[in-house]
């Protein structure tokens, strides 16, 4: 980022900060989207403009910095300094200061309305759970650090060639592999939600992967509020995933294996398919983010978990709704074709608007051949809902699932975690 776009109108500049300022200053400019030149630009235009210096700022360590400035600003600043009696290296240091003290960290945007996402495929082992917790992990991440984030281009390339697909029968197509070495990162500020992880598969996948436990039958559960029988309240049973990089803001509803009868246990129950909104509206204000990890069937506890993420009147379209995970292999598009029955019959049995939030490949491996890159092609090619990210079959993965460890604190500077962030932007 600091590198200029054009030279012509920049000089070179080689000076010193201490390695805390320069760091805070490469944090807030990655938050505030601003360039790091133009930042220590106008810090020292500011500096410059005031009356006397500014308290000394202690650049003890101070490391080499190089940024790139408007031609002349570094020989008047020079001149200022000499003026003012302080070295050029505790200049620029209160210059950075005052930009930072000018400039401060934005507070995060939070939704006027819970986001509601539902992770959805009924077909098993296509990592709904792994995706619902990654994006979880990657919305509820610090805002105040940065963190890699695999950029747009990969996924711009892909869709930039269908007019290829018919060449790749004959030739090699080598040429749409995500090779995971060639997608470029970039650091970004966490997105700072505070983020609900639901596991409403009755098998608890979610809840054990993340090292909890499922909660114990007889006592409350999600069930028992779905079904109008609880003894507590729902917050009660709610978990935090704890790590510094999520703060408080990542938090679990358990799975309970109570969820099995969950049809059964419903069958008395008034307008069933609103009983998930009616189990979690006491615990909406608390989150920026609610997602469901569904269970792999096509059931009543499907339909009211995409009923619970129909857009609301006051919602804008795509803030919330149905992220269904896939694979690039021809038996997910039968599995898709009946999820989506299901999600439009129940949109139209209900009038509702039920939006969908993309498509996820997952798993994704080039070096599968045809197979798998004619099939991402065909995701790709449904264009409504998009493919919103093309997640490689990694080991670290698997290692962190093993583990019982989230994703974001056992790889977090894996490619795993940075495809993950990547999505959870995408779909912001
Ligand atoms: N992108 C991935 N790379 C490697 N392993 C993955 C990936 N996504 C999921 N897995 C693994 O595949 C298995 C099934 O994933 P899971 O999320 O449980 O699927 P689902 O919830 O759809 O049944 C798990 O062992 C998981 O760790
Ligand atoms: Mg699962």
């Not at 030279?7 to 010193?16: F, G, I, M, Q, Y």
């Not at 003890?60 to 050029?88: C, D, I, N, Y």
């Not at 979610?206 to 109008?228: E, N, R």
């Not at 989150?287 to 009211?304: N, Q, R």
Request: aromatic content about 4%.
């Amino acid at each position: 980022m600091t590198s200029p776009s054009s030279t012509s109108d920049r000089e070179k500049v080689v000076s010193k900060l201490p390695p805390w300022l320069r760091q805070e200053l490469k944090i807030r400019t990655a938050q505030l989207r601003v360039d790091i030149q133009d930042a220590v630009h106008q810090g020292i235009a500011h500096w410059s403009a005031l009356a006397s210096a500014p308290s000394p700022v202690d650049t003890s360590g101070a490391e080499s910095f190089s940024t790139w400035l408007p031609a002349g600003q570094w020989e008047s600043f020079r001149t200022h300094s000499k003026e003012r009696g302080v070295s050029l290296i505790q200049g620029l240091a209160q210059a950075v200061q005052l930009w930072l003290e000018m400039n401060p960290a934005p507070t995060v945007q939070r939704p006027s309305v819970v986001r509601r996402i539902v992770v959805c495929n009924q077909k098993g082992g296509v990592g709904k759970t792994a995706i619902t917790a990654g994006t979880a992990e990657a919305l509820a991440e610090d805002p105040h650090t940065l963190h890699p984030v695999r950029i747009a281009r990969q996924l711009a390339r892909l869709t930039a060639e269908p007019e290829d697909h018919q060449h790749h029968q004959h030739h090699q197509h080598h040429h749409t592999e995500p090779a995971s070495s060639a997608f470029d990162r970039e650091d970004l500020p966490g997105l700072g939600m505070r983020v609900l992880l639901v596991d409403f598969d009755p098998q608890g996948h979610l809840t054990k992967q993340l090292g909890q436990q499922p909660m114990p039958i007889g006592g409350d559960s999600l069930t028992c509020h779905m079904a109008g029988e609880a003894k507590g309240p729902l917050s009660d049973l709610i978990v935090p995933v704890e790590d510094e990089r999520f703060g408080d803001r990542l938090h679990l509803l358990p799975s309970c294996t109570d969820a099995f009868l969950l049809d059964v246990r419903l069958s008395t129950v008034r307008a069933r398919e609103a009983a998930l909104e009616r189990a979690l509206a006491p615990v909406e204000s608390d989150y920026d983010v609610i997602l469901v990890d569904c269970p792999p069937s096509l059931g009543l506890s499907m339909d009211a978990a995409i009923y619970y993420g129909r857009r609301r009147d006051t919602e804008q379209p795509g803030a919330s709704g149905a992220l269904i995970v896939v694979q690039a292999e021809d038996s997910s598009a039968d599995a898709y074709d009946l999820l989506t029955s299901q999600i439009n019959d129940l949109r139209d049995d209900l009038s509702l608007d039920i939006d969908y939030l993309g498509l996820v490949v997952n798993l994704y491996d080039g070096r599968r051949g045809y197979i798998a890159t004619s099939s991402l092609q065909a995701w790709m090619d449904i264009k409504d809902p998009r493919v919103v990210a093309v997640v490689p079959d990694l080991k670290e993965q698997r290692e962190a699932v093993r583990l019982k460890q989230p994703l974001f604190v056992y790889a977090p500077k894996g490619d795993q975690a940075v495809a993950l962030r990547a999505l959870a932007r995408e779909i912001s």
